[in-house]
């Protein structure tokens, strides 16, 4: 079984500017995956080439967005397109 280890997220967000990301919202399984342009010292994140998800659907494209901390609940990399 694997352990959890906690890892710092200043420098986890500072290491994905530039690269897609997944950010999964506290409500409504909604997810956001776009290229981090920015954070800042309150977890806020700002996306641009976003598409929205909800439960699993796209939703389409909405663009540049602007997702307060309070509404986030997980962010990860985006490795499917990698994996493509």
């Known amino acids: 079984m694997s352990e959890f280890v906690p890892i710092n997220p200043k420098p986890f967000l500072r290491d994905l500017v530039n690269h897609r990301i997944i950010v999964t919202l506290k409500f409504n399984n909604t997810q956001y995956r776009g290229t981090l342009i920015s954070s800042d010292n309150y ?16 939703k389409g494209v909405v663009g540049e ?13 985006d490795t499917k397109l990698e994996q493509e």
């Open 65 to 77: 967005i602007f997702i307060r901390c309070n509404n986030v609940l997980w962010i990860s990399k």
């Open 43 to 58: 977890f806020n994140i700002q996306l641009k080439d976003a598409e929205e998800w909800i439960q699993g659907e796209s």
